[in-house]
């Protein structure tokens, strides 16, 4: 490809990745501008958006929040970590990129992404690495096998929403409260009702660990809990309802401002539908994996019905299943021993969780670290074209 300046578009370094149920572009950050609107509008041609019929197909974005994603990387600015992370949801539609939460299922990728890169060394036949997340400010522990110095890829280990199996890959979430924040209850409740434009005073918990979401029971939106995303997405006017609550939720929280919600904030909190595990399958059977979960869950991120759960916010939902008094707890299937995994049913399959807790009340809750299990791949390596006129801003 020529280098030429006056060559229509320019090529970008990247690599294209899945990371547990998403997809993204990783970037190096020594080959982007530095934060602002020039890097920016370069991502969003990357990606193919803004496209008002939401399909991305200028671009290397897929339609859906959860292939909407990028991820930048570079040696760390810690010592206490190997590298740093930033993580940004691309709006598909709109000329936004958010850089506010984190995303857990790309965070997977970030560790075997160093590896093979060169920016962590290793030995023998497993990595640790210790990874900065600068959106939230928080570590995250990464630990996989290697092959010949590389990440293993072949594995027994089958994740719900992935076809295959691959090679797991270990995330712990070190003390991930107060991820967006700065605490773990931003209102120092368990639960509360929250006033909003679709629903009217609604009972919600508003929690902060990883990513944070408003915990709704699905009964309390006229839902069985059951739905399909397609269906909930289908339902005349039900997303722009529900939109009414993450936006109110976000001034509560603290987030950011109701007009930041509305425009620049468009993935914070995540909405999670709950409710109780039943011992019948769905009539669907590759909805609902019922038998031995603590709770059923169907989220809404970033405006949409996830096919499965976002890891961050399925984090975060183990974390409120062990607050008493939150919605959460309230509509749960509790183990018989607290330090028991925790099992969230979604239309994908299950998502198992291990959060290590202290503490069970509003007073005297602390989240320690939550770790979950994840798989991720490098699935092409080059160079993203950017096409120059695109390219505006700052620089």
Known sequence: MPSDKLSPQIPLRAVFMR????????????????????????????????????????????????TSKIAIIAKSSREDADIDYTFGQVSIDASVISYKGN????????????????????????????????????????TFALQDSLPMVDGDFALDGV?????????????????????????????????????????????DVSNPIACVRASNLGLTGRESPAGITETPDLLNKIETIRIAAAVRMGICSREEAQTSVRNLPQIAIVSAPTDQDSPDANLDANHGANIVLRMISTGQAHASSPITGG????????????????????????????????????????????????????????????????LMQGEVMIPRHRITGDA
């Open 163 to 207: 076809g295959g199996t691959h090679a797991p890959i270990a995330l712990s979430f070190l003390e991930p409260g107060g991820s967006s924040t700065g605490k773990t209850l931003p209102t120092g409740k368990a639960s509360e009702l929250l006033e909003t434009d679709g629903f009217g005073a609604i009972e919600v918990s508003l929690i």
């Open 19 to 66: 990371g547990g149920t998403s997809r993204a572009l990783v970037f190096r950050a020594e080959d982007l501008p530095q934060a602002g609107s020039t890097r920016d509008s370069m991502i969003l041609a990357a990606m193919g958006s803004p496209d008002p019929n939401k399909r991305q197909l200028d671009g290397m974005g897929a339609g859906t929040s959860s």
């Open 103 to 142: 995303c857990g299922n790309i965070s997977s990728a970030v560790g075997p992404y160093a590896v093979e890169e060169g920016l962590v060394k290793t030995t023998g036949d497993q990595a640790i690495v210790r990874i900065h997340n600068t959106n939230t400010g928080k570590i995250i522990v990464a």
């Open 315 to 378: 984090m975060c939902l183990a974390a409120t299943m062990r607050l008493t008094g939150s919605v959460a707890h309230q509509i749960a299937r509790h183990n018989s021993a607290t330090d028991q995994p925790l099992t969230i049913a979604h239309p994908s399959g299950t998502l198992v969780l291990d959060a290590d807790i202290t503490g069970t009340t509003a007073d005297d809750f602390t989240v320690n670290s939550v770790t979950v299990f994840r798989s991720a791949r490098r």
